[in-house]
């Protein structure tokens, strides 16, 4: 084609566009020609060379929460523009200009000083993603500005539940743990244990920062709950899962709290003496320094109590340091001592199935132990821009003794009496060291995280066990003899565990998508953990000479190596994040026995997928699920070939030829909340399948005396399950002064067990149902609960045949009420109604009642005078399952007493 006829074809085209479709035929020379294509094609070359850009970022403060509303003001050249951060601090300027590449940020939100910076795009660079703007709180603020208007309660978002401390009342002197009893969905227990939908919150951060031990039940006693601006609780998938989004296996419960500007110092502590009946008194002192990063603490305890059922005395000691290493580094340290003397008695009964019928177990005990345990963490913290770092030494090492004694009478389809007293030492030191390193590459999404880990531990005891057993024949129930055995038992054990893994991920989606991201996820992690264990059985006869039982002995090593290869696809977006992928799982378990030809030798190939899925159904409702996979290894009992006859109505012998198992569990959430009327409502569904799993095979085995005896083996079976769901549905009004809440659970499960070498089931099924009504004013805090509780269980066993239901009714009233300025009242009081329980139980009213006196003019002062269970009913139930057993308990005592304290408050969290 000539150069005239390529000019005169644009020409052509051009015109006809210009014209609308009109076709004008113009003929025209060739520098006529060429000159009316550059005129035409001049404003095209213009408009090309303006390629409209695109700038994103987000405002934050320095705990990297999003600061809303914040004005971003953009100065490029002569033009300015301005815009305002979304709910999640995040703001977009599109469609600029790009005749200049150089322009300004400024940024100012109410309570942070106002920022400015300087950035430019590069040549060719049309999408330009900022880091965080970090605004700083302004401490010179004189006075707070309070703005009126409607309070959003709380807030849904992914992995976080975000509850406004504005919205609930805070009266003076209130600490957060008074503030977390009226959030939706939380529970404080008596003990300061808090739970979120059933499960505990593990530790507790500050402006999401670690907070001196992260100890949750003691720092919510001591902090104000006025100086917090929300409280978020977080699923925390672990820091592998910050640095590269992946998240893997059951997220941990971490309570978060979001200081007010300035508020992130201060000093705070405590010292406080108290003594009553029984003995009782106690010594409580604390002390700690906070500079946001800078945390210096020292703590000591001393508590000792007295009553029939025993005493106990308990001393805690601890001390932690963290500050900045370097400016990117930040490392801590920790050391604590406990001391605790125990002595106790215990009430149990026992039920045992099996093919010949029932086992009906009496059982009364009593103990005395003596124990210490030391505990120290170091921890090694560091950002570098795109990298990284982690590194924590922790160990352990307790020591005690303990004396027991119990006595055992057993009827039914065995009759028989044994009588047991042991002294025993145990000491047990470890020590486990942790790595991780990260980095994010220059391209977006690019990641690669490395972890190792190890683990060392011993165990040591000896005991000297003293049993005699009491035979009865088995038709006329007539007492045959006693036979008494004086063993000593010398167990020592030695494990190590190591780890390695590494998490690769690669994006895929395109440079100029900043609406999501896509990425394949690489992982890949090694496990070896080792065992040696030995066992030496001696017996000591009656005239005090000591013979070794080699058949009561034995030597025992075991190694089990796993792998697991996992490849998945990570999508991620502002409503919508999801992982889905496959992991394939080999493990190698080996053992062998000193003296023993026989060895252990299992391979394993597991194969499952895993998935995470967090979805924003909208800005107050969101879906989230997780699915995983895990192969576990028997543990030593289970697999040792040697009788351990450390209880003799109970032989366990292990099962060399075990597998391992594999667990599967999945748990899906859903969460709303309704910002007009304050309604919320939580529900969770949470499933578990075993195969493999290791269960009991419990026999009825002869002895000497022609009489029978438990024995307990393993072996691998199929068919554990377990399936459970919990709700939360709350409903506040006048201003969230009040609140009805209905929560719930419900869960089904089935354990395979094995009696005689038969298949059999046992069938557990709960259900609890509670209602509760709060109530917070200036002057008073009340809450009330009505609750109701199922627990149910059946063997398949047709000489069993029987289904045991315990029921329960429980009716609680807690209240505190401000007298005066300085005088406030507490009273709880809880009605439990009980049918079903096979040892005797009453139904306790249990009262408790107090009264606090604030002194000194700054109310650091505190006088305080309690009464624990008025009425001296109180008793401790508690049922269990295990294998072919249900397990009744009860402790009795004194639980009554009064108890006189005074307490020392000193803090300062002002504006420094």
């Not at 009364?364 to 132990?369: A, C, G, L, M, V």
């Not at 505190?816 to 079903?836: A, E, Q």
């Not at 004194?894 to 300062?908: H, K, N, P």
């Amino acid at each position: 084609m000539s150069y005239c006829s390529f000019f005169d074809q644009l020409t052509r085209a051009f015109i006809y566009i210009s014209a609308f479709q009109v076709k004008i035929e113009i003929k025209l020379s060739i520098t006529g020609r060429i000159f009316f294509f550059i005129v035409l094609l001049f404003p095209s070359l213009i408009l090309t060379a303006q390629v409209k850009r695109k700038l994103t970022g987000s405002v934050t403060d320095k705990s990297k929460q999003g600061i809303p509303g914040a004005n971003v003001r953009m100065i490029a050249g002569k033009d300015t523009l301005s815009i305002n951060s979304d709910a999640d601090g995040k703001f977009s300027f599109e469609n600029l200009n790009s005749s200049s590449s150089d322009f300004s940020l400024l940024v100012r939100s109410i309570g942070y000083r106002t920022t400015s910076s300087t950035h430019s795009f590069k040549t060719g660079e049309n999408i330009l993603s900022l880091k965080p703007i970090i605004l700083m709180p302004d401490t010179q603020l004189l006075k707070e500005v309070i703005i009126e208007g409607k309070v959003v309660a709380m807030k849904v978002k992914k992995d976080t539940l975000e509850y406004n401390a504005a919205a609930y009342k805070v009266r003076e002197g209130d600490h957060v743990d008074q503030l977390l009893k009226q959030l939706p969905g939380i529970e404080v227990d008596e003990k300061g244990k808090v739970t979120s939908m059933g499960k505990e919150m593990t530790k507790i951060r500050v402006n999401g920062k670690d907070f001196f031990t992260g100890n949750v039940k003691e720092f919510i006693k001591q902090l104000p709950a006025e100086m917090f601006s929300h409280l978020q609780v977080i699923d925390d998938y672990g820091e592998e899962a910050k640095l590269t989004g992946i998240k893997m296996g059951q997220p941990k419960k971490i309570l978060n709290l979001v200081t007010k500007p300035g508020r992130n110092r201060g000093t705070f502590g405590n010292a406080g003496i108290d003594g009553g009946t029984n003995k009782r008194y106690g010594f409580q002192s604390s002390g700690n320094i906070w500079k946001d990063d800078r945390q210096i603490g020292a703590s000591a305890n001393l508590n000792n109590a007295n009553n029939s059922a025993g005493s106990t005395r308990a001393l805690y000691t601890s001390g932690n340091y963290r500050d900045h290493i370097t400016k990117r580094t930040v490392g801590s340290a920790n050391y604590a001592f406990n001391n605790n003397l125990n002595e106790s008695s215990q009430f149990n009964y026992i039920e045992r199935v099996n093919q010949l019928g029932t086992l009906y177990t009496t059982n009364e005990n009593s103990s005395n132990t003596n124990s210490n345990g030391h505990n120290f963490d170091l921890n090694l913290q560091g950002n570098y821009d795109k990298e990284y770092l982690t590194a924590s030494l922790n160990g352990s090492f307790s020591d005690g003794k303990s004396t027991s004694s119990s006595q055992n009478i057993q009827k039914g389809a065995i009759r028989q009496d044994l009588y047991n007293s042991s002294l025993s030492n145990q000491s047990n030191p470890n020590l486990n060291a942790n790595f991780g390193w990260g980095k994010s590459f220059a391209k977006r999404g690019r990641t690669i995280y490395v972890n190792f880990s190890g683990a060392f531990g011993k165990s040591k005891s000896d005991q000297d066990m003293m049993n005699k057993i009491g035979y009865y024949d088995q038709k006329t129930g007539a007492f045959l003899k006693e036979t008494p055995l004086n063993r000593l038992v010398d167990n020592k054990s030695s494990n190590g565990q190591w780890n390695a893994s590494v998490t690769y991920s690669e994006p895929l989606n395109r440079a100029d998508d900043t609406v999501s991201t896509k990425n394949i996820d690489f992982n890949y992690a090694f496990s070896l953990s080792s065992n040696n264990n030995s066992l030496q059985t001696r017996v000591k006869d009656q005239n005090g000479q000591i013979s070794f039982v080699d058949s009561l002995s034995n030597v025992y090593h075991s190694n089990f190596l796993n792998n697991n290869f996992r490849l998945s696809y990570r999508y991620g977006s502002k409503r919508l994040n999801y992982t889905a992928g496959i992991s394939l799982q080999p493990s190698s378990l080996k053992g062998s026995y000193e003296g023993r030809t026989d060895k252990i030798s299992q391979n394993t190939l597991n194969f499952s997928p895993s998935g995470n899925l967090n979805y924003m159904i909208s800005p107050s409702q969101s879906l989230s699920g997780n699915y995983n996979g895990a192969s576990n290894a028997p543990d030593f009992q289970q697999l040792q070939p040697v009788a351990d006859t450390r209880d003799l109505q109970n032989v366990i012998i292990g099962n060399p030829n075990l597998k391992t198992s594999f667990n599967h569990n999945a748990n899906v959430d859903y969460r709303l909340f309704d910002p007009e009327g304050g309604l919320s409502f939580q529900i969770g569904l949470n499933t578990s399948l075993i195969q493999n799993q290791v269960v009991a095979n419990v026999v009825l085995v002869g002895d000497s005396l022609n009489s029978l005896k438990q024995e307990t083996r393993y072996v691998n079976a199929n068919g554990n399950y377990n399936i459970g769901t919990s709700y939360s549905l709350s409903y506040p009004f006048s201003k969230n002064k009040f609140a009805l809440t209905l929560s719930g659970n419900l869960n089904r499960a089935n354990d395979v067990l094995f009696t005689d070498d038969k298949k059999s089931f046992s069938k557990r099924f709960n259900f609890d149902q509670q209602l509760s009504f709060s109530a917070n004013t200036e002057k008073l805090s009340m809450s009330a609960q009505a609750s109701y509780g199922l627990n149910a269980n059946t063997y398949s066993l047709s000489s069993a045949g029987q289904r045991r239901n315990v029921e329960t009714w429980m009716f609680n009233i807690y209240s505190r009420y401000i007298l005066t300025k300085s005088w406030t009242l507490n009273f709880t009081g809880s009605k439990r109604i009980n049918t079903g329980y096979s040892i005797a139980a009453n139904n306790p009213l249990l009262i408790n009642a107090g009264i606090e006196k604030t002194l000194f003019k700054n109310k650091s002062g505190m006088l305080t005078f309690a009464v624990n269970d008025l009425l001296n009913q109180g008793n401790g139930l508690n049922r269990t399952f295990s294998d072919n057993a249900v397990t009744e308990s009860r402790t009795d005592g004194v639980t009554r007493f009064f108890l006189l304290g005074f307490s020392m408050r000193l803090q300062d969290f002002g504006l420094h």
